[in-house]
């Protein structure tokens, strides 16, 4: 039986206020009081979402984020109440900063493409002459981007989200301590199992006061992942890093001609692209996890995810 994706959700929920349908995610406000999120099939490259869905990356989100939320909750709280399907999370409704703290701890990726370019300066921070693709920076350095509701995420500094009252300065303080700490808690999880945690994202919201981490972390929609014991060998040839990341879905639209630039054309995924996805997505859960992956029952996905969360939801009461 040929496995589906899930790529569109439509539900109403109990005192449910509004659905905001991300680029992968679809969001339930309930009562200004909880967020149903549900990791979608969807996926997204270069701000753009791909015209089909991948099975059970969705899964593989969801279930990753919650083990990373539940082990770090001694670094920050964080927005989780419970996962009643495999692909959803309810939690805290929080009000989300509008940017997105980005910690890089290797030259690769968009920052290797903008410092081939000559560019010595990432979102304020100085990056010195003579780095090669994939070096390691002697400290992971903090990028921050805006947050879009639609289009590209902006690169910002630190000065001008001050500047522009994005985040006072007391609270941007606390978003940069936290993320280096959460960096550094998913560098020794990673190293554990024979992985390196190049670059991340995070984000972060406030409730009563109180700053919450929100949204997935550490997945490999949000980060990007090197072999440990293939790192030092490739670096030294200059050859391409072995990544679990979804780095090698750009490097295939890249390949085809495609960035995400106006008037492009997204090229066709064939049957074997999307399973070969899938099964990246799939090898990934397993390698940071240390777990086998459990697929669940795709027959009718939306049924089963609106029974789990109104079950959720009514036992609350």
Known sequence: MKEEALVHTEFVFPKQKSVYHGK????????????????????????????????????VLNQIACKFLDATRDIVPNWKEASPDPMVTVGQYCDAFPV?????????????????????????????DGLKEHQRFPQPILTPTTKATEGHDEDISREEIIRQGLVSEKDYKQLEEISLSLFERGTRMAAEKGLILVDTKYEFGKHDGQIYLIDEI????????????????????????????????????????????????????????????????????????????????????????????????????
């Not at 909880?34 to 969705?58: C, E, H, N, W």
């Not at 030259?107 to 921070?125: D, M, N, P, Q």
């Not at 399973?275 to 859960?285: A, G, K, T």
């Open 100 to 128: 997105e703290m980005i910690v890089r701890g290797y030259l690769t990726g968009s920052s290797w493409r903008t410092y081939k370019k000559g560019i010595r300066e990432i979102c304020g921070v100085p990056v010195p």
């Open 24 to 59: 992968v995610r679809d969001v339930y406000n309930i009562d200004d009081k909880q967020l149903v999120m549900i990791a979608t099939d969807r996926i997204s490259a270069f701000d753009v979402v791909l015209p089909r869905g991948i099975p059970y990356k969705g899964q």
């Open 218 to 317: 550490h997945t490999p929609d949000s980060s990007r992942y090197f072999y440990a014991d293939e790192y030092e060998a490739r670096f030294e040839k200059g050859e391409p890093q072995k990544q679990l990341s979804k780095e090698f879905v750009r490097e295939w639209l890249m390949e085809k001609g495609f960035q995400g630039l106006s008037g492009q054309q997204v090229p066709v995924m064939t049957d074997e692209f999307v399973d070969s996805v899938s099964n990246r997505y799939i090898e990934l859960y397993e390698k940071v996890t240390g777990e086998s992956f459990e697929k669940s029952d795709s027959s009718d996905v939306l049924t089963r995810i609106e029974r789990n969360v109104n079950a959720y939801l009514s036992g609350q009461r």
